[in-house]
């Protein structure tokens, strides 16, 4: 079965950083789309970042846009979200998604079918 294990969440003051990981296990041939996705208390889900594991092409949320950066590394099946100059209204659970979609898809949220259990970032002003 695929499973996914985020890491690296925790609290910090406004303009710090944070580095989040995800362990992607289960897959044969590893997923087409990572992503990493948030939601805020009272809020919807938000996607963040993505990349398509067979090019690193890599798509952003506007808000997010020059302070985070997604990664991979396919030696260790993982995948990574840099997270700088983190502001308070970047608090919010995020999690890890995997899928096997097209890479045009990878931007979409409906293109994950598997989700970690999340990992929560607070950032205090």
């Known amino acids: 079965a695929v499973q996914l294990v985020e890491s690296g969440g925790g609290s910090v003051q406004a303009g710090g950083s944070l580095r989040l990981s995800c362990v992607v296990s289960g897959y044969t041939y590893g997923p087409n789309c990572m992503g990493w996705f948030r939601q805020a208390p009272g809020k919807g889900r938000e996607g963040v970042a993505t990349?398509?594991?067979?090019?690193?092409?890599?798509t952003y949320g506007d808000s997010v846009k020059g302070r985070f950066t997604i990664s991979q590394d396919k030696a260790k099946n993982s995948v990574y979200l840099e997270m700088n100059s983190l502001k308070p209204e970047d608090t919010g659970m995020y999690y890890c998604?995997?899928?096997?979609?097209?890479?045009?898809?990878?931007?979409?949220?409906?293109?994950?079918?598997?989700w970690g259990q999340g990992t929560q970032v607070t950032v205090s002003s």
């Open positions: 998604a995997t899928g096997d979609a097209d890479w045009w898809r990878c931007g979409t949220s409906a293109a994950y079918n598997y």
């Open positions: 990349i398509y594991t067979g090019s690193d092409s890599t």
